[in-house]
């Protein structure tokens, strides 16, 4: 079935770096833009970054531009978020996401963010 | 950044009501607007993309209406599973995501 396993959350002192990734299986991975969203109790859901299908095009929501580095290896199935400079708000359940296009032809959710992983949590702390 | 405010931000309801949730966005956003569901400790899933359109497999008791800058999710007749959290989500001002803060669905 169609499936989205995140790992390498924990406990990480303010500073410190983490990199989470995301292993993908049931669908042709290659076709897809894939997000990485995080979510915290005071503010929701909140989208951190997108790449698409081939890797071309990449963004970051502004708060992690510069600290945060989005990648993916199509031979391997799997999505990575390196998270550098690591902040106490950046302390959240991380969540996987497809897109359901690639974001090179479709904007990025268009049609919506179709599958989620069940999430890494990320703790940020000294 | 487009915010989306959603309301209520919780509510009260019996299994068989029917409730609706609004999300208004701070700019029109055309019609890029995706409705989600998320369970108690379970991860969003996808209800309606594009303001209006069900995503395969989701029952045809939501419904997703509005364009512009007004939009609401309805739920005719609840079902036990429903009882959830819902966020809108738009996708105008892409990449720049963003969410509704929820509107959580308890039983009543």
Known sequence: QVQLV?????????GRSLRLSCAASGFTFKR???????????????????????????????????????S??????????????????DTAVYY????????????????????W?????????? | DIRLTQSPSSLSASVGDRVTITCRA?????????WYQQRPGKAPKLLI???????????????????GTDFTLTI????????ATYYCQQSFDTPRLTFGGGTKVEIK
Request: glycine fraction near 12%; include cysteine; charged fraction near 15%.
């Open chain 1, 6 to 14: 995140e790992s390498g959350g924990g406990v990480v002192q303010p």
């Open chain 1, 32 to 70: 897809h833009g894939m997000h990485w969203v995080r979510q915290t109790p005071g503010k929701g859901l909140e989208w951190v970054a997108v790449m698409s299908h081939d890797g071309s095009k990449k963004y970051y929501l502004d708060s992690v531009e510069g600290r945060f580095t989005i």
């Open chain 1, 72 to 89: 993916r290896d199509n031979s391997k199935n799997t999505l990575y978020l390196q998270m550098n400079s690591l902040r106490a708000e």
């Open chain 1, 96 to 115: 996987c996401v497809r897109d359901s296009g690639d974001i090179v032809l479709t904007p990025a959710a268009a049609y919506g963010m179709d599958v």
């Open chain 1, 117 to 126: 992983g069940q999430g890494t949590t990320v703790t940020v702390s000294s």
């Open chain 2, 26 to 34: 701070s700019q029109s956003i055309s019609s890029y607007l995706n």
């Open chain 2, 49 to 67: 993309n594009t303001a209006s359109n069900l995503q395969s497999g989701v029952p045809s008791r939501f419904i997703g209406r509005g364009s």
């Open chain 2, 76 to 83: 005719s007749g609840l079902q036990p599973e429903d009882f």
